[in-house]
């Protein structure tokens, strides 16, 4: 039997033992439903074979193929991954569009005796709701921005927020990028990926209270913000911390540690600034990494690269901006005056 999801949070509610994903390998890799596992009926190659056939020789001889590799790899994994299920196994199974792949996969698997079902649609449908819920539903919260200085703790903070009682969206830690040339933090997921992360946990938002976002721009690292929600931190209002510069750099050198360490990275990454600035200046700076002087290079780097960035970004928007003076000696209690102050940013009650 094909389940059809009307929203994203039907999935959760469904309560499936395990959602497995008959695409290709790098289907999956691009994108999957959230908690899936790759159980492939073909791979990349036997996937490429079929459709070769099917166009340059006939669809049913690329169905007799198809369906003589599908049953080959549906062995492996009833022998493999599949071996240790027991007769109460409940598995939702979908491929692209919900059609032969995850058909013929949930076939054998309800002949073994498993209550298997398939979803309407496959992942097609399912990335139907991601773009709806991203790109033609209005964004469902009021959103106050929280904004300042590279190196003011923006991310650290806004992670000490849920905690008391106030809803975020933690744009980099779903993006895997901290944002700037120096912030890659791994590889970052595909654009559908990201897109996908950012829908869920918009869903789970109460539209009653207002949401916090980091000040970003319209890109973190190579991933694009949905338009609806670019809009909407463009109109939201902003509370920016006023931290002093001496305070920020020391801040970076702990939270960039993971750059700092990585003397190749860390000049490499450098070398990339070359475009914005005269050979004397990289120069110095690559002196000063290879001297590991890293608070006086966040130093340099905020007074020479980032902070007239930011200014110059923050001219282009006319939002109300309210400014608040502090250090970054006490996270927790700096939480605390953030968790007062912001929902009044949106008219909400503290």
Same mark, same amino acid.
Request: net charge neutral; aromatic share 6%; hydrophobic share 45%.
């Given at each position: 039997?094909?389940? &059809?999801?009307?929203?994203?949070?039907?999935?959760?509610?469904?309560?499936?033992?395990?959602?497995i994903d008959a695409r290709a390998?790098?289907?999956?890799?691009?994108?999957?439903?959230?908690?899936?596992?790759?159980?492939?009926?073909?791979?990349?190659?036997?996937?490429?074979?079929?459709?070769?056939?099917?166009?340059?020789?006939?669809?049913?001889?690329?169905?007799?193929?198809?369906?003589?590799?599908?049953?080959?790899?549906?062995?492996?994994?009833?022998?493999?991954?599949?071996?240790?299920?027991?007769?109460?196994?409940?598995?939702?199974v979908y491929c692209w569009r919900?059609?032969?792949?995850?058909?013929?996969?949930?076939?054998?698997?309800?002949?073994?005796?498993?209550?298997?079902?398939?979803?309407?649609?496959?992942?097609?449908?399912?990335?139907?709701?991601?773009?709806?819920?991203?790109?033609?539903?209005?964004?469902?919260?009021?959103?106050?921005?929280?904004?300042?200085?590279?190196?003011?703790?923006?991310?650290?903070?806004?992670?000490?927020?849920?905690?008391?009682?106030?809803?975020?969206?933690?744009?980099?830690?779903?993006?895997?990028?901290?944002?700037?040339?120096?912030?890659?933090?791994?590889?970052?997921?595909?654009?559908?990926?990201?897109?996908?992360?950012?829908?869920?946990?918009?869903?789970?938002? =109460?539209?009653?209270?207002?949401?916090?976002v980091e000040a970003e721009s319209?890109?973190?690292?190579?991933?694009?913000?949905?338009?609806?929600?670019?809009?909407?931190?463009?109109?939201?209002?902003?509370?920016?911390?006023?931290?002093?510069?001496?305070?920020?750099?020391?801040?970076?050198?702990?939270?960039?540690?993971?750059?700092?360490?990585?003397?190749?990275?860390?000049?490499?990454?450098?070398?990339?600034?070359?475009?914005?600035?005269?050979?004397?200046?990289?120069?110095?700076?690559?002196?000063?990494?290879?001297?590991?002087?890293?608070?006086?290079?966040?130093?340099?780097?905020?007074?020479?690269?980032?902070?007239?960035?930011?200014?110059?970004?923050?001219?282009?928007?006319?939002?109300?901006?309210?400014?608040?003076?502090?250090?970054?000696?006490?996270?927790?209690?700096?939480? =605390?005056?953030?968790?007062?102050?912001?929902?009044?940013? &949106?008219?909400?009650?503290?």
């Amino acid at each position: 039997m094909a389940i &059809t999801l009307s929203a994203l949070t039907d999935l959760a509610a469904m309560g499936f033992d395990d959602i497995i994903d008959a695409r290709a390998p790098a289907e999956f890799a691009e994108d999957h439903l959230p908690d899936a596992i790759s159980l492939p009926v073909l791979n990349d190659a036997e996937r490429a074979r079929v459709g070769t056939i099917y166009k340059q020789v006939s669809p049913f001889d690329a169905r007799k193929l198809g369906a003589a590799l599908v049953a080959e790899n549906v062995a492996r994994h009833l022998q493999g991954p599949l071996a240790g299920k027991g007769g109460g196994w409940r598995p939702l199974v979908y491929c692209w569009r919900g059609g032969q792949r995850s058909g013929s996969f949930a076939l054998i698997l309800s002949q073994v005796g498993w209550r298997v079902e398939t979803l309407a649609g496959g992942y097609k449908a399912w990335r139907g709701l991601v773009v709806r819920a991203l790109h033609e539903a209005p964004f469902p919260c009021k959103v106050v921005v929280l904004d300042g200085n590279t190196g003011s703790a923006k991310t650290e903070l806004l992670n000490l927020l849920p905690a008391r009682g106030m809803q975020v969206l933690d744009l980099e830690g779903m993006a895997q990028h901290r944002g700037s040339l120096f912030g890659a933090m791994g590889e970052q997921p595909s654009q559908k990926a990201f897109e996908a992360r950012l829908a869920l946990a918009m869903a789970a938002l =109460d539209p009653a209270r207002p949401v916090v976002v980091e000040a970003e721009s319209a890109k973190v690292g190579g991933l694009g913000l949905p338009t609806r929600l670019w809009q909407a931190m463009c109109r939201a209002p902003r509370l920016a911390l006023e931290v002093p510069r001496a305070a920020r750099a020391n801040y970076l050198t702990r939270a960039y540690a993971d750059v700092t360490t990585d003397p190749a990275r860390l000049a490499a990454t450098i070398d990339k600034l070359r475009p914005w600035h005269p050979k004397e200046r990289i120069e110095d700076w690559q002196a000063l990494a290879g001297a590991g002087a890293f608070a006086a290079l966040a130093d340099e780097l905020m007074q020479h690269h980032y902070d007239p960035r930011y200014a110059r970004h923050r001219a282009r928007i006319a939002v109300p901006v309210t400014p608040l003076e502090c250090d970054l000696t006490d996270l927790p209690a700096l939480a =605390d005056r953030l968790a007062d102050t912001l929902p009044r940013l &949106t008219g909400a009650p503290a």
